[in-house]
């Protein structure tokens, strides 16, 4: 055996189907002006060294904000868009290119943005590819095809057309094959399926991701496994290497390391690099890497999949490490019209991959010494103690990994191993941070709930109500009283799924729970991945998701022929113009998935454009949402301004059946969005009320809710009632203390016992026996004094709640969204008219909030830790609702 690095000068070239062979060279750049999508930082700094200009594309929220400030430094601007939105991206890609007038348009990242873009370029005239042959490549269904029409590397396939036909489409392939979702990376979702255990497991891994797209039925191949990294240019293929790969056995197929180069006989690398060739010829690939994937079974090698880019897990770090050449960077001195000359192996490079038991990191000692070691020539370990290591099921949960090179393979993977093995890393229980692990007394799996997030209220209901509770709760949301109420308390970053799975899993394994809930909005979504995960009925994740990501609502709303409005991403300050320009003034700017008014502008004419975008920086530059500060503010929308008054409908939904409990009247005013306070029940002609409440009806049925309590936001416009935004919660602001006092429902106690069919479904809508009021309590920007007439307000018999935002000492800043409210108050009276009398009477004669101008001690920090002590008591005014 021979360690096979191929030469400098293994090409192979074919014209592609349909074109002659006097394309095959490819043209240098136009000028040195490069439009690259998705580069990573060390690409945008080797295309700088050979002198380009880089205008760099990214998704702000694939990578951390501190990785991307290095990719904007390197360039000669960023920008941004939302990879999902394809049209978005396409119209940023042709602006820019055009804008800046680029000689050359890249894209070397992930491959599910690639064919769109490069249907761009070719557009444009700067394509390096032909759109179809990236389609080819990248497509693992479309990749099968390929090699089916040109009798290459022949493998049995079939594809589902969802994950739900797998099983019929099984019967007839027959077992053990392997599927694999289309449109996941990673080795995601990819499993050998022996059995229906194993389809079983295949199916709740799944829906997990939330995936729904095609999959990929393979005949199961056996032997070893490699990839083959290529570099090519005018449609002249160079074997850079061939990578061996090392995996985790079925039926997972994660990998574990890679060693450069494979130790190989010279005949099986030389079969090996011809197969992959042939793929890249019959693809029709011009210019750029490929990372191919082959298995070398007993009757040749085998494509097992290609994508039009590097190999990931740090390849081309080894490739560097063995050979001295860099093969990144040569993709630019390609461009230049430079040669790739690698050089033969002089030593073996290998990264391993760590694998610790999951769970809490309980000791960790010894990883930060192993880069002093002259082996070790790279190592990343993202934890520390106290940190989760969750279960490693694809590539992105490992848990880092370890770079050495050594004389030949067996000796480099040799010192990888010895070097993993120094580190002490101890793990605790997968039941994270149990405050309680062992309840009590034996929990009913009929009656227990697994509830995620919430302040104490909650709790204590679901108790009254006889269930037993596992409470999921976060750090820094906890109150030592909830530990005592629950049965089982867990402390945990529920809004991380890569926690909570495990965490869920072996809660219901000890537990069995029967039902996840959560009516705290960081939660909805983690409780229906719970519920999809078990198969528990309640809402889902898709419609939670729907619902948080306002985008994705009106898209899906336009999709669905229900009454919407345009709407697009923010992509740049030119966008906002360019929305204007084609849907008209005023229009709305706003984060994708914040509430509370928090960072929403109003842009009524192009005069706004470069104040507005100047806001949006300074929200993102914040870093966070003032109010529940679990969300990042990164994405923004545009949407056309509805007109109208704002009510919002509160209902609840029962296998289906939507029953609206309350309309509320939102009071606004002094020109923001701030919300003023609410009255129930909302002063309407009846037949406006009708329209709202039919409305409100279609959007939950066009979202897909069907159990459980929903807050839908509308404007009564002049084109008919529109939904604002929706959430498959209660209200906040008070409003589920209005509904208790005007209508007599608990919808707290409703959403919590109708999972375990302890009250029964509401008939019909029920009729007002009072009515009540919530005002925010506001103050002019200065310092607050004194506040006084506090203990009289809550003694007063009609009032239903005060709460208090604002103490003496605390900062008040101008009034910009809801968090700057000073408190509220809310009260009840025998009807609406005389609830908002009352509520305004007693503010403006019983309350006293004394403020005077602030001086200049008044500094930064000190608002800051007052805007933090406001958010501690408003947040349990707004209901954990933001």
């Known amino acids: 055996m021979t360690e096979h690095a191929a030469p400098a000068k293994t090409e192979h070239a074919a014209p592609a189907e349909g074109e002659h062979a006097a394309k095959t060279e490819h043209a240098a750049p136009a000028n040195n002006r490069l439009l690259m999508v998705q580069p990573y930082t060390q690409f945008v700094e080797k295309a700088v060294a050979l002198?380009?200009?880089?205008?760099?594309?990214?998704?702000?929220?694939?990578?951390?904000?501190?990785?991307?400030?290095?990719?904007?430094?390197?360039?000669?601007?960023?920008?941004?868009?939302?990879?999902?939105?394809e049209a978005a991206l396409r119209r940023l890609v042709r602006r820019t290119a055009l804008a800046h007038d680029v000689g050359c348009l890249l894209h070397l990242g992930e491959e599910a943005t690639m064919v769109a873009v490069a249907e761009e370029a070719q557009a444009l005239g700067l394509a390096l590819n032909p759109p179809e042959a990236l389609r080819r490549l990248n497509d693992k269904a479309a990749l099968r095809e390929l090699l089916a029409g040109h009798g290459l590397s022949p493998v049995r396939t079939a594809v589902a057309g969802t994950p739900d036909e797998v099983a019929s489409l099984l019967a007839g392939f027959g077992l053990p094959a392997v599927v694999k979702p289309t449109r996941l990376q990673g080795s995601a979702a990819v499993?050998?399926?022996?059995?229906?255990?194993?389809?079983d497991a295949w199916r709740r891994e799944l829906a997990g991701?939330?995936?729904?797209?095609?999959?990929?039925?393979?005949?199961?191949?056996?032997?070893?496994?490699?990839?083959?990294?290529?570099?090519?240019?005018g449609g002249r293929h160079l074997v850079v290497g061939i990578t061996a790969k090392r995996k985790t056995p079925a039926p997972a197929f994660v990998e574990t390391g890679h060693v450069f180069p494979a130790p190989l006989a010279d005949t099986d690398a030389d079969a090996i690099g011809a197969l992959v060739t042939a793929v890249l010829d019959a693809a029709g690939y011009r210019f750029g890497p490929a990372h191919t994937e082959v298995i070398l079974t007993g009757a040749g090698p085998r494509v097992v999949e290609s994508q039009a880019r590097f190999g990931g897990d740090r390849?081309?770090?080894?490739?560097?490490?063995?050979?001295?050449?860099?093969?990144?960077?040569?993709?630019?001195?390609?461009?230049?019209?430079?040669?790739?000359?690698?050089?033969?192996?002089?030593?073996?490079?290998?990264i391993s991959f760590f694998a610790f038991p999951p769970g809490r990191i309980t000791r960790l000692e010894g990883m930060a010494e192993l880069d002093a070691l002259p082996h070790v020539h790279g190592v990343r370990f993202p934890f520390a103690e106290g940190d989760?290591?969750?279960?490693?099921?694809?590539?992105?949960?490992?848990?880092?990994?370890?770079?050495?090179?050594?004389?030949?393979?067996?000796?480099?993977?040799?010192?990888?191993?010895?070097?993993?093995?120094l580190p002490r890393v101890e793990t605790g229980s997968a039941v994270l941070n149990a405050v309680t692990a062992a309840p009590a007394a034996p929990m009913r799996p009929d009656r227990t709930l697994l509830l995620i997030g919430h302040l104490t209220e909650p709790v204590r209901i679901a108790k009254e109500l006889g269930l037993n509770v596992i409470l999921v709760?976060?750090?820094?949301?906890?109150?030592p009283e909830q530990a005592e109420l629950a049965d089982v308390t867990l402390i945990a970053d529920y809004t991380d799924w890569s926690v909570l799975e495990p965490l869920a899993r072996a809660a219901h394994t000890i537990w069995n729970f029967s039902a996840a809930l959560s009516l705290t909005e960081p939660g909805l979504e983690p409780a229906g991945r719970v519920n999809d995960l078990f198969g528990l009925g309640g809402t889902g994740f898709e419609p939670a998701r729907l619902l948080r990501d306002k985008l994705a609502m009106r898209r899906h709303l336009a999709a669905a022929g229900a009454p919407t409005v345009a709407a697009e991403p923010l992509t740049g300050r030119d966008s906002l113009a360019d929305f204007g320009a084609a849907h008209g003034y005023p229009f709305v700017v706003k984060p994708v998935d914040l509430t509370a008014g928090y960072a929403l502008f109003r842009v009524a004419g192009p005069q706004d454009v470069d104040g507005v975008w100047e806001r949006i920086g300074e929200a993102r530059r914040t870093g966070m949402d003032r109010g529940s500060t679990m969300y990042a503010v990164t994405e923004f929308l545009m949407e056309q301004y509805i007109d109208g008054p704002e009510y919002?409908?509160?209902?609840?939904?029962?296998?289906?059946?939507h029953t609206v409990v309350a309309v509320t009247e939102k009071l606004t005013g002094g020109g923001h969005f701030v919300e003023l306070g609410h009255a129930q029940p909302a002063r309407l002609d009846p037949a406006d009320e009708q329209r709202l409440v039919e409305a409100a009806g279609e959007f939950l049925d066009a979202i897909g809710i069907t159990d459980g309590p929903s807050h839908t936001e509308l404007r009564l416009s002049s084109r008919g009632p529109l939904i604002i935004e929706g959430h498959n919660r209660?209200?906040?602001?008070?409003?589920?203390?209005?509904?208790?006092?005007?209508?007599?429902?608990?919808?707290?106690?409703?959403?919590?016992?109708?999972?375990?069919?302890?009250?029964?479904?509401?008939?019909?809508?029920?009729?007002?026996?009072?009515?009540?009021?919530?005002?925010?309590?506001?103050?002019?920007?200065?310092?607050?004094?004194?506040?006084?007439?506090?203990?009289?307000?809550?003694?007063?018999?009609?009032?239903?709640?005060?709460?208090?935002?604002?103490?003496?000492?605390?900062?008040?800043?101008?009034?910009?969204?809801?968090?700057?409210?000073?408190?509220?108050?809310?009260?009840?009276?025998?009807?609406?008219?005389?609830?908002?009398?009352?509520?305004?009477?007693?503010?403006?004669?019983?309350?006293?909030?004394s403020i005077e101008d602030a001086t200049e001690e008044a500094t930064a920090t000190e608002t800051e830790a007052a805007t933090e002590a406001a958010t501690e008591t408003a947040t349990e005014a707004e209901d954990e609702d933001r």
């Open 209 to 233: 991701h939330g995936y729904r797209g095609p999959v990929l039925v393979e005949e199961y191949l056996r032997g070893p496994e490699f990839s083959v990294e290529t570099l090519t240019r």
């Open 388 to 421: 989760v290591l969750p279960p490693t099921r694809h590539s992105g949960s490992r848990h880092g990994h370890v770079i050495v090179t050594g004389g030949t393979a067996e000796e480099a993977e040799r010192l990888a191993a010895e070097t993993k093995a």
């Open 315 to 350: 390849i081309p770090a080894l490739i560097r490490l063995a050979t001295g050449f860099d093969i990144e960077g040569a993709v630019f001195d390609l461009l230049v019209g430079g040669t790739a000359e690698p050089a033969p192996a002089e030593r073996t490079a290998a």
């Open 730 to 849: 209660l209200g906040g602001d008070r409003i589920p203390e209005l509904v208790q006092a005007a209508y007599g429902v608990d919808l707290t106690r409703y959403a919590i016992a109708w999972p375990f069919g302890l009250v029964e479904p509401m008939a019909k809508r029920p009729e007002p026996v009072a009515a009540g009021c919530v005002r925010g309590i506001v103050g002019r920007p200065g310092r607050v004094a004194a506040i006084t007439g506090a203990d009289e307000l809550r003694a007063h018999p009609s009032v239903l709640a005060l709460d208090l935002a604002a103490r003496p000492g605390s900062v008040i800043r101008p009034i910009q969204d809801n968090w700057d409210r000073l408190g509220l108050l809310a009260v009840t009276a025998a009807g609406t008219d005389e609830a908002v009398v009352l509520c305004e009477k007693l503010l403006a004669t019983v309350l006293t909030v």
């Open 473 to 479: 709760q976060h750090k820094e949301k906890f109150q």
């Open 648 to 657: 919002s409908v509160e209902a609840f939904s029962f296998h289906g059946r």
């Open 51 to 85: 002198g380009f200009e880089v205008w760099s594309i990214w998704d702000p929220t694939l990578q951390p904000a501190s990785y991307l400030a290095g990719v904007e430094k390197a360039s000669r601007e960023m920008l941004w868009v939302d990879f999902s939105d």
């Open 191 to 199: 499993r050998l399926v022996r059995g229906p255990a194993d389809l």
